[in-house]
């Protein structure tokens, strides 16, 4: 099994509404993207200055479902939509579930 971890940090424009639109439409891509196993996002608990404002956390059984949900119409829909220009920093990395 494949985890897949993508941290953002929001542009100063992006408001509270925008983030909760985020969510919504996070919450959606489960239900069309059959490669998802489990799949988990929110925002920052602000706990510890400097952190990433918001995670996505999928996973995958293989290489060929991330690839599926990465290139999914769904997912890219929603850079397009939610992270493209919306954004100042994102990281991300996927590793082995063992």
Known sequence: MIRHVAMFKWNDEVTEAHVRAASTALDGLPEVIDALLDYRHGPDLGLVDGNFDYVVVAD??????????????AHQ?????????????RCAVQYRLD
Request: charged share 15%.
């Open 77 to 89: 829909a929603f850079i397009t939509g939610f992270i493209a220009g919306h954004v100042a920093q």
């Open 60 to 73: 995958v059984a293989d290489e060929a479902g991330f690839f599926a949900y990465r290139d999914h119409p």
